[in-house]
């Protein structure tokens, strides 16, 4: 019988350091920052073979933004016809319900949505 061992604590923060490096190539080109286009493209990776909802899709924000950033939350940013905005008080990106899966939209301070595109991947 094979016997797996726990990995080391130096292991699981080699892990963690790895994981908030992730690649953000897919969101470079919409001028968001480096933390954004990381906790985007965790997100993908998280929804990976999922179906896309806009639930599953905010699960997958959240667990994102927890790994990404101590103490990290998201938030309530607005509405839309088709529901909530989800995302970051600090820079306006957030996600929101559509027919065609979640989309990627930045909330600026006076409360215009720019759509950015699909979150699907």
Request: proline share 7%; no cysteine.
């Amino acid at each position: 019988m094979l016997s797996v061992s726990e990995p080391t604590l130096v292991q699981r923060s080699e892990l963690v350091a790895r994981r908030r490096q992730a690649p953000s190539a897919p969101f470079a080109h919409l001028g968001l920052s480096t933390r954004d286009q990381r906790i985007l493209a965790l997100t993908r990776r998280r929804l990976e073979g999922a179906p896309l909802d806009f639930q599953e899709a905010l699960r997958a924000l959240e667990a994102s933004v927890e790994e990404l950033i101590p103490a990290g939350r998201v938030y309530l940013l607005g509405a839309t016809e088709s529901g909530p905005i989800v995302g970051s008080l600090i820079s306006g990106v957030g996600i929101v319900p559509a027919e065609a899966g979640p989309l990627l939209v930045r909330v600026d301070r006076e409360g215009r949505i720019s759509t950015l595109g699909s979150l699907s991947p």
